[in-house]
């Protein structure tokens, strides 16, 4: 069985799946040792970030079970 390929999302999809801004979504990479790591597509300041979408969705579930 092969396995499906990873989803990444992009920042601002990130954002509008957990329903925070951007500043709560930087709070929560600085702080929360727990949340799935940004991936940069590039070397550069400006490249885009994005997520892991199974990453994102696993710690959500991750949540919601301990609280």
Not at 5 to 30: A, Q, V
Request: with cysteine; hydrophobic share 35%.
């Amino acid at each position: 069985m092969q396995s499906l390929p990873k989803i990444r999302i992009s920042f601002k999809e990130t954002c509008t799946i957990l329903s925070i801004g951007r500043d709560s979504l930087y709070k929560l990479i600085d702080n929360d040792p727990t949340f799935p790591r940004p991936i940069k597509d590039g070397i550069t300041k400006q490249s885009a970030v994005y997520f892991d979408y199974q990453s994102l969705i696993q710690w959500w579930n991750q949540k919601q079970t301990t609280a």
